[in-house]
């Protein structure tokens, strides 16, 4: 059950409907969390039932090393507590994501010729990487005061299930979440309106940029060896704007979804492609997943307050190149990581990341280019599934750049998805500027401009949008 | 505040209503001029690829002197023909009506390798009776009334925004410039990836039945077989001669229906194919002229 289906629609009308019933039952926080749970397990559910085990498992043993650390005072039996309740709740996660890339590394090291077709058959569970992390951010919250209350089971399990977010994020942290689950809240007409306003914008950026795209992207990759450098890199730089839009359009579904019910789950893009800095970039792409490895990795390494450069540079290569692993098991994910980690040192050793650095408008389009330039490059990784693969496609795209422009499908059919992503743009600098707003907050005087904003993007989506069944970051 | 918003979201769904009825009206115009369902027309070419691209509506128009509506599209099989003559014959355009050249090859009967989903391809013509019947069958039920209710979605497919441009432009231009590699195909025959010849009653009935509605209004019918690549003619040769045999068969059984196979004269002619199905435009030009050479006879017949 996607967001980009009508089963979702059917699916929300649902939940809307039970949690309006529950609310002239009794205006009572725990029938409304009792409807939402039942209803967040049958969305996980319609994809698999058995993933839902895995689920209430994660759940399960976050809650109670919460309850146990919680009535813990001695530290020693804390951090084993948080450890092994790490491990364990990683357990599902490693097993299922890199059990297979781990057994066959340690093969191809040792050269031994050992097999795991079984562990290569394994079907990821979808969302396990967000709900895991976030079920974790709870417990390591515990253990570091953070949150000194009690949850109840009931909070807590929708807190790690909540459907707007268990298949792709925002990775909520416990102390903005769950004070949202434990109070009565129920939404206003207003909040009904944005939230279906930030849906359809979320919507609009999947099937009319990522899908259009996609098509675009595929084809190129797939004929890699037949098209010129010049056809690659058009598709390179498509594929940025796809991920971009796929990720961040999912996420704006989520946040729109979570706003129609009376939540406000956290904003997880931020414009990235405008910013200046990858400093700044990283603090606009993904914000849910920088903010977690900020405050619970980087931060238990020490962050930037060590005594020397050389474990700083360890703890910022620590942060991207987990950041890739996180993404998936594979060698080209370490290669992105590292290759963010060399941008980011880089402009680091370099002053651009100094706040008395003047920018004026000529320096910030350059250096925003040349920031995109970047980012386009290691997306190539992020794309192509081996590393030989990557360098092939850089090879020619740096090589071989003449050769002919191919425009994929057809010419009319490029010539759409570019008018696609003009109107895009455009919309992109609506935001920027504040014309209208597709927030969780601050959207009160632009409501009247929002509402009218999506009238063209419902025509558009119904006249030029392309419906896939899948988001790119369900794999992860 | 709430009422304000709720007065906000009416006046927007009304809105919405109304740009889908303008976009849907100019879309609408620039379609029924691309496939010449506008206008009063002497012959309709009806069929998929192949005739679309073995034909230039404008030189048969300029040449013959007859009006001509080119109502073919890609992936469309017996049936969807059906539903397309059957369109056709309820518009306007089909007063008029003398010559209904029909696209048939050596697939015709097969009933694979074409679009099973080619019904999305009517959701324009939804206002039209015999669509509206053909897409409630085909489609599921929550896409029939998506695009009965919302008719920006009719124009979901790029080839039909496309059709709509090019109909106001007034560009019927239909070629390609590709000449076919032949040692590639050779190699695909060898390895025996070639779809199967088969003969489907079923279809085959559709097809009489499609024939019988255009014989039945007096409506002169030609079988067009344009050519076809000769390696793949002779890939199964006995299923091919068989269902050239039925075509022949079928039109001296019925005195409206006639039936042209240019495939004898032109299949072994490699430089007129874009691929093994498809001509160029130097086949187009080869095959617009045989096709205009035919109908001027068939006229002049008619006419003494």
Known sequence: ?476 | MKRKILYIVIIAVLAFFIADNLINYVMMKGINNFYGLNQKADILLIGHSHLMLATDKERIERETGLKVSKYTREGVNVSDKKVMIEHFLSTPAADSLRYVLYGVDLATFTGEGLSKNSYKLFYPFLDNEFVDNYVRQQSSTVDYWLHKLVKTTRFNDDGLKNGAVRGWLNNWDNYKNNVIDVESYRKVLENGDERRIKMNPDIMHQFTESIEILTSKGIRVILVNTPTLDLLNDFEPKKYNKIMEWFKVFAAGHQLVDFWDFNPQYASNHSLFSDRLHLNIYGQKVITHEIICGIKKIDNENSN
């Open chain 1, 1 to 476: 059950m996607f967001f980009n289906s009508f089963n979702f629609i059917g699916f929300f009308l649902i939940v809307l409907f039970l949690l309006s019933v529950g609310r002239l039952v009794g205006r009572s926080v725990t029938i409304r969390n009792v409807i939402l749970l039942v209803c967040s397990y049958w969305f996980y559910g319609a994809f698999n039932v058995g993933f839902t085990v895995i689920l209430a498992f994660v759940t399960t043993v976050n809650y109670l090393a919460g309850k146990f650390i919680i009535n813990t005072n001695n530290l020693k039996n804390r951090n084993r507590l948080l450890a092994f309740t790490v491990v364990l709740s990683l357990l599902p996660l490693i097993f299922y994501k890199y059990a297979f890339f781990l057994c066959k590394s340690f093969n191809d090291i040792l050269h031994l010729e050992l097999s795991f077709e079984l562990l290569d058959g394994l079907i990821l569970p979808v969302g396990i990487s967000f709900f895991t992390f976030q079920a974790l951010s709870y417990t390591i919250d515990i253990y570091r005061g953070k949150i000194a209350e009690k949850t109840s089971f009931l909070d807590f399990a929708l807190f790690v299930s909540f459907f707007p977010t268990i298949l792709s994020g925002p990775i909520e942290k416990a102390r903005n979440l769950l004070p949202q689950i434990q109070r009565y809240y129920f939404p206003t007409c207003s909040d009904v309106v944005q939230g279906i306003c930030i849906f359809i914008w979320g919507l609009f950026k999947k099937i009319i940029i990522a899908d259009r795209l996609a098509y675009y992207v595929d084809w190129a990759y797939d004929s890699a060896q037949y098209e010129s450098g010049l056809t690659l890199a058009v598709a390179a730089i498509f594929y940025s704007i796809q991920i971009y839009c796929d990720f961040s359009g999912y996420s704006d579904m989520a946040l729109g979804v979570a706003k129609a019910l009376g939540f406000n789950v956290t904003k997880n893009f931020h414009q990235p492609y405008f910013s200046r800095t990858l400093k700044e970039f990283w603090h606009k792409w993904h914000i849910a997943l920088t903010s977690w490895f900020t405050e619970y990795v980087y931060f238990s390494l020490g962050g930037s307050r060590v005594k020397s450069k050389i474990r700083w540079i360890i703890n910022i290569s620590a942060i991207f190149i987990l950041s890739g692993i996180w993404h998936g098991a594979a060698w080209n994910y370490i290669v992105w990581g590292v290759l963010h980690t060399l941008y980011y040192l880089s402009e680091h050793f370099l002053g651009f990341q100094n706040k008395d650095v003047k920018w004026n408008r000529l320096t910030s389009v350059l250096s925003g280019l040349w920031l995109f330039l970047l980012a386009t490059i290691a997306w190539i990784f992020f794309r192509v599934e081996t590393f030989d693969g990557a360098l092939y496609i850089l090879n020619k795209i740096f090589c071989e750049f003449s050769g002919g422009f191919s425009m994929g499908a057809s010419s009319f059919t490029f010539a759409t998805t570019i008018l696609m992503l003009i109107i895009f743009i455009s919309y992109e600098y609506m935001i920027r500027y504040k014309r209208i707003i597709f927030d969780v907050e601050g959207y009160d005087h632009t409501i009247v401009a929002n509402i009218i904003a999506v009238i063209p993007m419902l025509l558009l989506m119904g006249m030029f949008g392309r419906s896939s069944d899948s988001f790119v970051y369900f794999q992860f």
